[in-house]
């Protein structure tokens, strides 16, 4: 139990720190390559801040262990709104300004429906996962498209303040490699060390995925989230988590369909993605209004999801019987 417990905290400190320089390499390097400020947020706020999740789940679903990928990809999304957004929105209150994130927010309803829509049969298969990545290339198109129309708004100037993207392009193809190569191990002995967690404790891979994992994977857009909210870079804070979210949905879940075809539990989708879900509704309405007031997203709606995420963790571990 200590060996894999080990195993995990080394996982997770190894993912956090290669996930940075992964995100920090691959965007300066980007940058050098003239992309606008605006593009380099988009990969920095989408694919940057999942690749965490993306190879812990592919390398789970690689061992087996789909139910841990499943769960990580569903709790990360769960983290992100009701703990990470949380926790942001008590220290300050917050405003969208930005269009690009505005036209973010439906775009990540519809992909959780469509993600409901393809699993509702219970079955994650490989179509399932083909029609997420090519759904993931569509989305990034899209927003891709966004960001050459818009070049600059609240959001890229925020990234512009937040990131120090004019590091050399030697140093930035260094970091770029060295978390390309350290992701997969510290992914690893997280998947290692929570697979024996689980066994140990007689709980299922989705249980530590929707809960342990997930929090891990977690931890960048927490940190990225509480410090944006710190330095008042309110679009920047917002958009990390609904870039996340909709990344880990088409990627994360894409890539385990692809590799390996899952069974669900009718409970996974009536409790764990219908909270998800419902996290995702509450989110979009409560932008819709805050911003039609034009008013900040106030403290009230940050107490409100972290009770919510406090209510679910308490729901899930005691439903278990841990």
């Known amino acids: 139990m200590i060996e894999s417990l080990s195993f995990l905290i080394l996982g997770l400190v190894m993912l956090i720190y290669a996930a940075d320089k992964f995100v920090l390499g691959a965007a ?6 003239g992309v606008s400020t605006m593009l380099v947020g988009l990969i920095i706020v989408g694919f940057g801040t999942s690749a965490p999740e993306m190879v812990v789940s592919a390398i789970a679903s690689f061992k087996g262990n789909s139910g841990l990928a499943l769960g990580n990809a569903v709790g990360s999304n769960i983290t992100n709104i009701a703990l990470v957004l949380g926790v942001g929105l008590l220290i300050v209150p917050m405003s969208i300004k930005s269009q690009t994130i505005k036209r973010e927010m439906p775009i990540l309803l519809l992909v ?8 509702i049969d219970l079955w994650l298969t490989f179509v399932d996962g083909l029609v997420l990545i090519i759904g993931m290339f569509v989305v990034t198109g899209f927003l891709l498209f966004i960001g050459i129309k818009t070049e600059k708004d609240e959001f890229s100037d925020e990234l512009e303040a937040e990131f120090d993207l004019d590091i050399s392009l030697n140093k930035a193809i260094i970091f770029l490699v060295f978390g390309i190569v350290m992701l997969p191990v510290a992914s690893q002995l997280m998947v290692n060390g929570a697979s024996d967690i689980a066994v140990h404790f007689g709980v299922s891979d ?4 929707l809960t342990i994992v997930a929090l891990g994977t977690s931890l960048p857009e927490l940190a ?5 909210a710190m330095k008042k870079e309110h679009d920047l804070a917002i958009g990390n988590i609904v870039g996340s979210n909709m990344f880990n949905l088409l ?8 590799i390996r075809e899952y069974e669900l539990t009718a409970r996974f989708i009536k409790y764990d993605y219908f909270y998800m879900l419902m996290l995702t509704v509450f989110l979009f309405l409560a932008s819709v209004y805050f911003v039609l007031k034009d008013r900040f997203i106030s403290r009230i709606i940050g107490v409100v999801l972290l009770v919510m995420y406090i209510s679910y ?10």
Do not use: N
């Open 28 to 33: 300066s390097t980007a940058k050098h390559m």
């Open 112 to 119: 959780s429906l469509l993600v409901l829509f393809l699993l």
């Open 206 to 209: 989705m249980v530590i995925g």
């Open 224 to 228: 990225a989230t509480v410090a944006s």
């Open 251 to 258: 990627g994360v879940i894409g890539i385990s369909g692809l």
């Open 313 to 322: 963790m308490g729901w899930l571990y005691v439903s278990e019987g841990i």
